[in-house]
């Protein structure tokens, strides 16, 4: 099995991703929100690129079950019902509720994946089910990190280097390519305080100044849940 990893969104547009199981992370806060979600009875989401798309979908749907949710600048978007906070995703706003979201960088890293031939959508809180589904599915691995604004970024690479050393201790025959091994460097190198790279990292860093450092607790929940979504069909959900 091989085990690559898109550092941006923009190298990722450059991969063949056919016959491949990719795994999107935006560990701050996306994929971690997304998960949250799941765990509070969300019926799935439709990941889109902009905050106009957003609204001519929402508006051209037209169903009762329909959400907006995403945020720029951390912050929620106005007239949108939810932002990209995973303690605005409580039960009682998302059970069977379907979300069109729209965030800077996580959604973008989504909707750039999707010529892959299976997608994943991975963070901390559901570190282990992942690699377990990943193993299950046996095929190459690209780890495809949102970064920030087309750059890299510290804690999806992190992540990204959890699921890479987790998987490299399964017996399994591994190959890892440079950047996916540079990974698992930093992830070693940061393992011991997960928390406290989240919050040192400069994303970590601005959500606090914003007044969301309660965020950065729940993202750092390293297996809080079993539950790994998949992209589909322009579509996040549960296969099961
Ligand atoms: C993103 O997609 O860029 C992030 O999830 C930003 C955030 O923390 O809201």
């Not at 009762?64 to 706003?93: Q, T």
């Not at 959604?107 to 809180?125: H, S």
Request: aromatic share 8%; charged share 25%; proline share 4%.
């Amino acid at each position: 099995m091989q085990i690559d990893l898109a550092f941006t969104p923009p190298e990722l547009e450059k991969k063949d991703l056919r016959n491949k199981t990719v795994v999107v992370i935006d560990a701050l806060r996306a994929t971690s929100t997304m998960i949250t979600a799941f765990e509070n009875g969300c019926a799935g989401f439709i990941p889109v690129a902009t905050i106009e798309e957003a609204q001519k979908l929402f508006a051209d749907l037209n169903e009762p079950n329909l959400l907006l949710g995403g945020e720029r600048r951390a912050l929620p978007v106005e007239g949108f019902h939810l932002g990209n906070s995973p303690r605005d995703y409580r039960p009682e706003k998302v059970n069977d509720k379907m979300v069109i979201m729209t965030t800077t960088n996580g959604t973008q890293a989504l909707v750039a994946a999707r010529q892959a031939g299976e997608v994943f959508i991975g963070a901390f809180p559901n570190l282990t089910a992942l690699c377990r589904r990943l193993q299950e599915a046996g095929r190459d691995i690209l780890i495809a990190c949102a970064g920030e604004k087309g750059f890299f970024c510290l804690e999806d690479t992190v992540c990204g280097g959890a699921m890479i050393g987790h998987l490299g201790k399964e017996d399994l025959p591994v190959q890892e390519s440079d950047s996916a091994l540079a990974a698992k460097i930093l992830y070693e190198y940061f393992a011991a305080d997960i928390y406290g790279m989240l919050a040192a990292c400069e994303w970590g860093r601005y959500l606090e100044k914003m007044g969301l450092g309660k965020d950065i607790r729940l993202c750092a929940q390293i297996d809080s849940s079993k539950l790994v979504p998949t992209y589909r069909e322009g579509k996040v959900y549960l296969d099961r």
